[in-house]
Each structure stands twice: as structure tokens, then as C-alpha cells.
């Protein structure tokens, strides 16, 4: 113990990444811990309540290695995972996704992680590693791509997936993708890393274990344990409990169905509610919506309209470009002469046709809510429709999802939605399942990802009762710095981490000025108030003009308007030659004049906009 400084954090002075403390506020960790108190070979000391604690967790002699776990996305949100590790120096990211914005987040496509902290360190990154084509998980790539370039290792559907994104960028050429199998080890600078095969609502789904100089972490990615699987087998909980043999030093597990009790039902369940439905749909026309990368459902839909003797098309980009692919992977496997173009499906009778079809979220621009308003180029739904939606919505997403059933319903269609029938099984793991990995993983430390806070906290309360320490167990932040290793846990100083907004083709630049002046023009409105001016007397020589929009119908309120025009004219009349001359300040004036005088008379703060030309 050379000194105090290195006392408090002794293993984060060793080989740190580039900007390791890139934020000298440390805030966020209280120091007071004394001398005495840190030199004991003591316990770990984090809790799963989040308190920021300082442990250093140092013995006598050789401190262990350090791993850093840095999660820059997915903890407290549902999307945007993304976590990066560190050891002696070198770098792994593990996914690179994003999250859908929020209903206040006007006019944003999508939001994405927060890079910088990526691009102060992109010599020590080895690869960016992905468990899965969710968009969660790969959606954030080409932004990432397009500021660093990574190789990327995923399985083979998850490299078409990227490659259809890459495309869409302009990035095919220049990354490089490099397919990974289970259970065939591949190295990244001292990270050994092994894909496991976990069932998950898409195929091709990993966990990975991840070997490196300070021990074995295990990321499940997203799972559930289905003994029953359309393809591929059930999750491999052999090579799982084998590593938890030899031992895990962290697990950081799928938290998403933290609050469900018991298991997630097998994908099996849903061919047979379907199959069902199929026989009473009779002669009907039968429409399923569901998520276009759940190729599992899709085989499903695939197998039982060959069986009830009905053609097949596909309907939504996402869904035309996810069936393709998968075709050709040989994901999706369909008799000849079962799979129709859209254009022809018209050509059959009813009773002969399944029409598979994205929007099950009620997304607006989504086939099903093109078909609901009967907007749709190639399907008109009515009475001779059976119509399924067989996912559940999202939350967030329900008042869409009913706005689309109400459509359908009114067109005469029969629908059959939410918990009406099994025609839906989650994804993701409940309560039980996610006791199994870890009984079977076994590992030291434990942090629960992918989730709001409250799934977080009842993963960590599972974790707890099925014996995990509550000390070795921690609830994460976005952009915070966890520190195991064999000798203990500690949590460092945060790295930047955030969220991005994408508005077009704009990245990053709409950011909290930009979206409250949207926030704002969405509440109240615009009023435009024009006026030319002398540039020498300030007399007016032309308006002031109001142009309104978002406000009040301006033909039933020429009244008001003619008085906003008179209180800009006494004000401007009221200026100075002095202050007239001065643009600013005759438009502060306009401004503070005309909201006040329009919140008296509307009490409606209308953003105010004054354009004055000097001539
Ligand atoms: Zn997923
Ligand atoms: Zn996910």
C-alpha cells in the first residue's frame, strides 16, 4: 500500500484503457472508506441495492486481475444493449442495439447508445461480438460502424440480418463479419470467447462465455430454456453447467420476464392454438400478424397452411426481406409452389390463402394498419377475413394494437387478438428458467441486464433466493464501471454513456433544445409575426403580418388577430429610434408583447416567432 490514492482504487490504476476516468467528477462514489478498513483481505461489500459504495477488495500480496463490465445501454430500459469488457487493457463489445423512442420524443426514428467513450478507446477494442438479430441488440452497428471499424462475430442468420442493415448503410465493404458457431471457441486479444446456444424468439440466438485473464463471465443475451423447440434443440445447459463447474465469476442474465413466475411455454403451443383457429377460420381468408424475425412462427404458419392446403404470401418489407433471407440461409423451409407473391394472392379463393403480415404492434406504417384503413395496395380486408395477431403488444404500444383491431373490426373482419388464444409465447425467460441458468452457472457475482429497473430488481431478488449472495449481486447504471474479480467488487468511476437521437439522417443532432422547441410546437403551436422596418428611422413599412399554425383557426379569430396586430404595432410604436435600430431587441419585445398579450386573451403560450426585415 504505497499510498492513500492507490489504496482507494488500486486495481483501477492498472493497465487502464485510454481514458479510464475520462469524468474527474467522482460524485457518484462517497470515499469513505479509511486506510484500516481497505487494507483487510475483506469481503465483498456491494449489495444489489444500488448504493455506490467504494470496496477495493485488495488482499495482501498480488491482487487478482480485474475484469471492467461496462454496460452502456440495456439497464433500466427495455433496448439499447450494448456492454463493453475490459482486461489488461484490451477491449470487447458485446451487441449494439436501440431503442425505439419514446411518444415525447418528437418526430426521432430511433435512438441509439451513447459511442464516445467507444471512440476515446477504439485502438484497445478487439471486436464487437453480437447474440442475436434482435434489433435491441444489432440495430445501433452501422452507427457504430460508421465512427469505428470493429470486426463483427455473430452466428450466420445474425450476420444476414447485419449484412441487409449493412447494406442499407453503405458498410458491406468496408467490415469485415466474421461467422461464429457454438461451441467453437474463437480469441479477441486475451478474451477466449464461447457461443452457447440458447433458444430465443429468433434463431441463431447465443450466449457467450467469455474467458479472460480474470475469470469466466457468462452473457446470456436474451433466452428461455424451451425443452420443445421448432429447430435447433433446447438451450445447450450442458456447456452452461459446465462452466459453472469450473467456475463463473459473473453472470449478467436476460431480465425482461423477471416479473413472470413459472416458464415460458414452448413455441410448440402456439402451432397448436393455430392450428386450431386455422380449422375454424373454414372457408375465411386467413391474416396472422407477428414479428417478422420470429422465423419459428413463421415455419409454423409455413407447415400448417401446407396442411390445411392453403398458399402462403408475405406481406411488409420487414417480412419480405426476413422470409427471403431465411429462405436461403435454409432457416425457413417451404414445399415448391406453397410460398405466392402478394400480387397473386387475389387469384385464390379465400379459403386457400394465409396471408402472413408484419404491424402486430399496430406500427402506423405497417401492412395490417395499411389494412385496417383500407389503405393497403393489394389487400382489402372484410367479412371473408380471419385475422390473428399473435404477439402480444409491447408495452407502450397497446392503444395502437386497438386502434388497428377497431379498424379491422369495423371492416367486418373476425380478429383474434392478445390473450384471446395461446397465439402467442414470449421470448424470454421467466422466473424459473432464469433459476436455472443460474444454478447451473453458478457464478460469484451477478448482474441483471436487459430491463427496467423493477425487472432488474426482482432478477436480483431470484438471483438472491436461489443462493447467490446479496452482496455479490449489483444492479447496474448505464455507463457504470463494475470491477470484479476473484479478490472482489468494486464499481469505478462512470464512463459516458447516453442516449443518441436519429431523426433522418441526422445523428445527434436533435437534442434536448431542439425537442422542446418540438414538445412546444406541438402543445401550443406557432404565430409568426412579421414586419418590415426602415433600418435608418425604424418607422414600419410593411405588416406586421401574423401567420399562424397550430394555434386558432385564424378566419373564426380575425378579432384576435387584428388585436395581436395592434399590440405589435404600440410596441413597436412605443421602441425608440435608438432600440429600433436594434433588431434584438425589437424582436425580444415582440415576442414578450405578443405571448403575453395572447396568453391573456387564449391562456395558450403559442411559440412566438418575429421576423423583421430591415430595408
Ligand atoms: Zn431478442
Ligand atoms: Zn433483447
Not at 249 to 274: C, H, M, W, Y
Amino acid at each position: 500500500m504505497e499510498n492513500m490514492q492507490k489504496n482507494i482504487r488500486p486495481r483501477a490504476q492498472k493497465s487502464p484503457p485510454a481514458s479510464t476516468g475520462v469524468r474527474k467528477n467522482a460524485s457518484r462514489m462517497p470515499a469513505r472508506q479509511s486506510v484500516q478498513e481497505t487494507a483487510a483481505p475483506e469481503k465483498p461489500r456491494r449489495s444489489y441495492h444500488p448504493r455506490r459504495r467504494k470496496d477495493t477488495g485488495a488482499g495482501a500480496g498480488t491482487p487478482a486481475i480485474p475484469v471492467r463490465i461496462m454496460p452502456l445501454g440495456g439497464l433500466g430500459e427495455v433496448g439499447k444493449n450494448i456492454t463493453l469488457y475490459e482486461c489488461q487493457g484490451e477491449m470487447i463489445l458485446v451487441d449494439c442495439g436501440i431503442v425505439f423512442p419514446d411518444s415525447d420524443m418528437f418526430g426521432v426514428d430511433l435512438v441509439i447508445p451513447d459511442f464516445t467513450y467507444l471512440v476515446q478507446n477504439k485502438e484497445n477494442i478487439r471486436g464487437i461480438v453480437i447474440t442475436h438479430g434482435h434489433e435491441d441488440h444489432i440495430g445501433g452497428l452501422p452507427y457504430l460502424l460508421k465512427e469505428i471499424n470493429l470486426p463483427v462475430y455473430a452466428t450466420r442468420l445474425t450476420i444476414g440480418l447485419i449484412n441487409n442493415k449493412l447494406e442499407e448503410h453503405g458498410l458491406v465493404r468496408s467490415t469485415k463479419l466474421v461467422e461464429i458457431t457454438p461451441r467453437r471457441k474463437f480469441r479477441l486479444g486475451c478474451f477466449t470467447i464461447e457461443p452457447i446456444h440458447v433458444n430465443h424468439s429468433i434463431p441463431d440466438a447465443v450466449a457467450l462465455a467469455i474467458s479472460c485473464p480474470a475469470g469466466v463471465i457468462l452473457q446470456t443475451g436474451d433466452f428461455k430454456i424451451d425443452y420443445t423447440p421448432i429447430t435447433g434443440g433446447p438451450t445447450d445447459l450442458v456447456t452452461i453447467a459446465e462452466y459453472g463447474e469450473r467456475g463463473v465469476l459473473a453472470l449478467l442474465s436476460d431480465s425482461t420476464n423477471a416479473e413472470r413466475p413459472g416458464f415460458t411455454a414452448t413455441e410448440q403451443k402456439v402451432g397448436a392454438s393455430i392450428e386450431a383457429l386455422f380449422s375454424r377460420a373454414g372457408k375465411k381468408r386467413v391474416i396472422i400478424a407477428t414479428f417478422a424475425s420470429n422465423l419459428y412462427r413463421i415455419q409454423q404458419l409455413i407447415d400448417l397452411a401446407v396442411k390445411a392446403g392453403r398458399k402462403v404470401a408475405v406481406s411488409g418489407r420487414s417480412m419480405v426481406n426476413n422470409t427471403q433471407m431465411a429462405l436461403e440461409l435454409g432457416y425457413l423451409h417451404a414445399p415448391e409452389n406453397v410460398l405466392i407473391d402478394i400480387e397473386e394472392i387475389n387469384r385464390y379463393p379465400a379459403e386457400k390463402i394465409v396471408l402472413v403480415t408484419t404491424g402486430s404492434q399496430g406500427e402506423p406504417l405497417s401492412a395490417l394498419s395499411r389494412m385496417a384503413s383500407a389503405s393497403h395496395r393489394n389487400v382489402r380486408v372484410g367479412p371473408n377475413d380471419f385475422i390473428i395477431i399473435s404477439a402480444n403488444p409491447i408495452p407502450g404500444n397497446e392503444k395502437m394494437v386497438t386502434k388497428v383491431v377497431n379498424g379491422l373490426l369495423k371492416l367486418g373482419a373476425e380478429v383474434i387478438y392478445e390473450s384471446m388464444y395461446d397465439v402467442h409465447v414470449s421470448g424470454h425467460a421467466c422466473q424459473e428458467e432464469q433459476k436455472l441458468m443460474l444454478t447451473l452457472a453458478r457464478p460469484k457475482y451477478f448482474f441483471p441486464v436487459h430491463g427496467e429497473y423493477k425487472q432488474l430488481k426482482k432478477h436480483a431478488q431470484t438471483a438472491a433466493a436461489v443462493g447467490v449472495p446479496e452482496e455479490n449481486i449489483y444492479i447496474g447504471e448505464n455507463g457504470d464501471c463494475i470491477i470484479v474479480s476473484a479478490d472482489g467488487l468494486t464499481v469505478g468511476e462512470p464512463v459516458p454513456a447516453g442516449a443518441i437521437m436519429v431523426d433522418g439522417l441526422g445523428v445527434g443532432d436533435v437534442g434536448n433544445v431542439v425537442l422542446r422547441d418540438r414538445r412546444h410546437l406541438s402543445e401550443d403551436g406557432l404565430v409568426i409575426v412579421a414586419a418590415a422596418l426602415d433600418a435608418r428611422t425604424g418607422t414600419i413599412l410593411a405588416g406586421p403580418e401574423l401567420v399562424s399554425r397550430g394555434f386558432v383557426y385564424v378566419r373564426e379569430n380575425e378579432k384576435l388577430m387584428d388585436e395581436t396586430r395592434d399590440q405589435v404595432r404600440e410596441v413597436l410604436g412605443s421602441m425608440s429610434t435608438l432600440d429600433l435600430r436594434d433588431s434584438g431587441s425589437v424582436r425580444t419585445r415582440i415576442r414578450e408583447t405578443t405571448s403575453a398579450f395572447l396568453y391573456r386573451k387564449t391562456k395558450r403560450s403559442p411559440m412566438i416567432l418575429p421576423i423583421i426585415m430591415e430595408v
